[in-house]
């Protein structure tokens, strides 16, 4: 047996430790997971409520076209029914992408640093990869224009990017887009959208209905609190949606994920609430870092990139030590740096606590 020549290079994904697992290898009783991003703050209880009046269709497979919740989204951004498309996750959407659009020797840009599953699905295609690196730790929208030939088919653009939490603003994306070629479709991945509060986020809706090369993505999985559920949803031009359509699994977003997205989008109170806690997480972190003397980037999302002055790996061993899971991965190729989401205001004092004993550990490599 032989798999694909372009698969066997592929790391296979390795999950962060369960924490029960942790809390009993470290002898803890206490572990604080700030790791993936997720809301520290659970979801809408009125989307638990929807799960659990769900229980009895267990049995009954799902509506695999999402008519409810696709009619719900179209109403919520105005658009057209046929401008969207659900997936088992954005991450779904990113697969679905490359299998609809991406052919061997294919070319497809991102930026370096930023979420691995634009490379990781574009390889499975066999497609080519043209990594940016980032500027300032933010999209070098420029340099990733240059890199365009006839060759490319799909640019990603993760605003805020992912891990540094940057963000690009409307004025750029709109100007980025107005010199992109027809032929390149363009993917803004948008998973924390919802968190932003600078008054420069794109007008991403405006910007995909006037291109038709544009082609939004979303996520249930941050600050709706619906990670476990895996539903995540697109926004393009109807003939872009139509091409994801003739790859997606008939039944790709379970009828417990739908009657959830659907209820955690009315809860507009809990979305409110949810951002204006991250908004202030953030100014404390920020302020916090700062009294340490660690560089930080601005923060758009829910997560922060902080530059630790050590080995990133090292701080986060001792973190992990200390009960507090952050995430720092050799493959970012920022050594110093570790990401961590922004949790409870409690949660956070109690990561800037162990951050100082981890820095206090931790010897500054000369
Ligand atoms: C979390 C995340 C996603 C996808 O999350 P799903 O759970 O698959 O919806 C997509 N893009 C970025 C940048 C993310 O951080």
Redesign the pocket.
């Known amino acids: 047996m032989q798999p694909k020549k372009n698969i066997v290079h592929l790391p296979v994904y390795k999950p962060g430790k369960p924490m029960e697992e942790v809390k009993r290898e470290l002898g803890l009783t206490e572990v604080i997971k700030l790791a993936s ?1 997720e809301n520290p703050f659970g979801c809408s209880p009125k989307a638990k409520e929807a799960i659990i009046a769900h229980v009895d269709q267990a049995s009954i497979y799902p509506d695999g076209g999402a008519v409810e919740l696709t009619a719900a989204i179209a109403e919520y951004f105005k658009v057209e029914t046929n401008q969207i498309i659900f ?6 959407i ?1 697969l679905m992408l490359a299998r609809a659009y991406l052919e061997p020797g294919d070319e497809t840009i991102m930026a370096n640093t930023t ?1 691995p ?1 634009y490379k990781h699905n574009a390889e499975i295609e066999g497609a080519v990869c043209i990594e940016v690196p980032l500027k300032d730790g933010t999209h070098d929208l420029d340099a990733m224009l240059a890199g365009i030939n006839a060759k490319t088919k799909i640019l990603w653009l ?1 605003n805020p990017n ?1 891990p540094t939490g940057t963000m690009n603003s409307h004025q750029e994306v709109a100007g980025f887009l107005s010199k992109v070629p027809a032929h390149v479709l363009v993917v803004l ?1 948008e ?2 959208a919802e968190y932003n509060v600078s008054g420069q986020y794109p007008d991403s809706i405006g910007l995909a209905n006037q291109y038709k090369n544009v082609i939004i ?1 979303r ?4 600050i709706y609190g619906l ?1 476990s559920l ?3 949803y697109g926004i393009g031009h109807a003939d872009v949606i139509r091409s994801v359509n003739q790859v997606r699994e008939p039944f790709n977003t379970t009828g417990f994920a739908q009657k959830a997205a659907l209820a955690a989008l009315k809860d507009e109170q809990f979305i409110a609430d949810c951002r204006e806690a991250n908004a202030k997480g953030i100014v404390y972190l920020s302020a916090q870092f700062d009294r340490l003397k660690l560089n930080y980037y601005p923060a758009h999302g829910n997560f922060m990139m902080v530059d630790v002055q050590r080995p990133g790996g090292q701080v986060f061993e001792s973190l992990l030590r200390k009960g507090l899971i952050v995430r720092h991965d050799p493959s970012w190729k920022l050594p110093t740096m570790i990401r961590v989401t922004v949790g409870s205001q409690e949660q956070n004092e109690k990561f800037i606590g162990a951050l100082e004993l981890a820095l206090n550990e931790v010897a500054v490599e000369a």
């Open positions: 991003n997936g088992a996750g954005s991450d779904e990113i979420f599953q993760c992912n991945d998973a924390y993505l996520t249930f999985s941050k990670a895996r539903i995540g």
